[in-house]
Nanobody
Framework: QVQLVESGGGLVQPGGSLRLSCAAS????????MAWYRQAPEKQRELVAS???????KYVDSVKGRFTISGDNAKNTVYLQMNSLKPEDTAVYYC?????????WGQGTQVTVSS
């Protein structure tokens, strides 16, 4: 079993920045992919960014150039640096870890972008 704990959400003004963190613990395998998803009210959950254990990253088009995903394998932690935030980035952000045939979700952290 793997546990994921997210942190770093909050309220920020448009144009501001936040950094989310997701720490994994438990039965950790070296070969893995970690990802950030988000779900806005009355919308489907969407993949925002993902990163493999060797650092290969992908982003949804709407966040390219503004968000950066990174990982620290020694700490089993993934980060999402979010810059130039827009009101449409408001959502609950979830961390997800894929390893082996299993995947795990964090509890989510709220990000609100508003003036």
């Amino acid at each position: 079993q793997v546990q994921l704990v997210e942190s770093g959400g909050g309220l920020v003004q448009p144009g501001g920045s936040l950094r989310l963190s997701c720490a994994a613990s438990g039965y950790i395998l070296e070969l893995n992919t970690m990802a950030w998803y988000r779900q806005a009210p009355e919308k489907q959950r969407e993949l925002v960014a993902s990163i493999t254990n060797v650092g290969s990253a992908k982003y949804v088009d709407s966040v390219k150039g503004r968000f950066t995903i990174s990982g620290d394998n020694a700490k089993n932690t993934v980060y999402l640096q979010m810059n130039s935030l827009k009101p449409e980035d408001t959502a609950v952000y979830y961390c997800r870890r894929f390893q082996g045939i299993y995947n795990y979700w964090g509890q989510g952290t709220q990000v609100t972008v508003s003036s």
